[in-house]
């Protein structure tokens, strides 16, 4: 039998924390799982060899997050919140790794075969979302509904008076941290929010820091962000028109959609944008 070629990717959670490379065959396909928390993460995954693995920076830097039977360790960097791999404590998987496959430079996700797996039928117990606790959002929309959802573990919750989400607009794009997070956002206004539980998220602010993205610290889910803006000399040097545009802007809160229950993700139109990650580098 010929050997199988590999070569060398090379990767890294968002703020590049924690660095590694993997030795691999051309990566053309992954696995998306459906569970309750690969499915908030929007994980993809390869599950090489853990002698394939090497870590190159942050080895011990990831935090550890278990659920329902805790027959796996899924592992994110605490202060990005990228979700980065799950060690599964089974015997047929322990000289395996999941890879989440986001992770890894130069690779687009956008360009992936996916392989469904019904991990929502499989592992036991079965998930059931936290409830939502909290005061209602309380802007007045006319054929709305109330979405409720948020983290993995319930840290955090959140409920969205919105139209109906096939009627809105929802984007995805593969910039460096919306690839590794799996980001598909809606953008409602702030009255149209409610949130339970921020003081329990880690902001993560990155690039010019006009925005962060909120994370759960317990399980790592990315919920929403929160839109700051420029500083205030950058601000004042723009013109009214740039201005109030940018003011309409800071009126809204970006929700990750896959954190919400109910969804009818077979009904969305998501506009996706392809433009990659020219210009992200980390030390």
């Known amino acids: 039998?010929?050997?199988?070629?590999?070569?060398?990717?090379?990767?890294?959670?968002?703020?590049?924390?924690?660095?590694f490379s993997i030795?691999?065959?051309e990566i053309k396909e992954a696995t998306e799982c459906n569970c309750s928390l690969c499915h908030k993460k929007g994980y993809l995954w390869i599950f090489p060899p853990k002698d394939a693995l090497k870590i190159l920076k942050g080895d011990g830097s990831l935090v550890s997050y278990q659920f329902g039977n805790k027959t796996m360790t899924h592992k994110f960097c605490p202060t990005c919140g990228t979700g980065v791999m799950i060690e599964r404590h089974s015997p047929e998987f322990s000289q395996r790794i999941s890879l989440n496959v986001r992770t890894l430079l130069g690779l687009n996700p956008f360009s992936l075969e996916v392989e469904k797996f019904d991990g929502k039928a499989r592992f036991q117990p079965p998930y059931t979302p936290p409830p939502f606790t909290g005061e209602l959002p309380t802007a007045e929309i006319e054929g709305s509904k109330v979405y409720s959802g948020g983290c993995h573990c319930g840290a955090?919750?959140?409920?969205?008076?919105?139209?109906?989400?096939?009627e809105i607009e929802i984007k995805e794009d593969n910039c460096s941290i919306c690839q590794r997070n799996a980001n598909i956002f809606m953008y409602p206004n702030q009255?149209?929010?409610?949130?339970?539980?921020?003081?329990?998220?880690?902001?993560?602010?990155?690039?010019?820091?006009?925005g962060g993205n909120r994370f759960c610290k317990t399980c790592g889910v990315v919920v929403y962000s929160r839109l700051y803006g420029p500083p205030k000399e950058i601000f004042d040097s723009w013109s009214d028109a740039r201005k109030?545009?940018?003011?309409?802007?800071?009126?809204?809160?970006?929700?990750?959609?896959r954190t919400l229950n109910d969804v009818e993700w077979d009904?969305?139109?998501?506009?996706?944008?392809d433009e990659g990650t020219e210009g992200y580098t980390v030390e």
């Not at 039998?1 to 660095?19: L, S, V, W």
Request: hydrophobic share 40%.
């Open 156 to 166: 955090v919750r959140v409920a969205v008076k919105t139209k109906p989400l096939p």
């Open 244 to 257: 109030a545009f940018a003011r309409k802007n800071f009126e809204l809160l970006p929700i990750r959609v």
């Open 191 to 210: 009255s149209q929010v409610s949130i339970v539980g921020e003081e329990n998220t880690t902001d993560y602010l990155f690039g010019r820091k006009w």
């Open 267 to 273: 009904q969305l139109e998501i506009k996706r944008s």
């Open 23 to 25: 030795e691999a065959p």
């Open 1 to 19: 039998m010929a050997d199988i070629m590999t070569q060398t990717y090379k990767g890294n959670c968002h703020c590049g924390a924690f660095q």
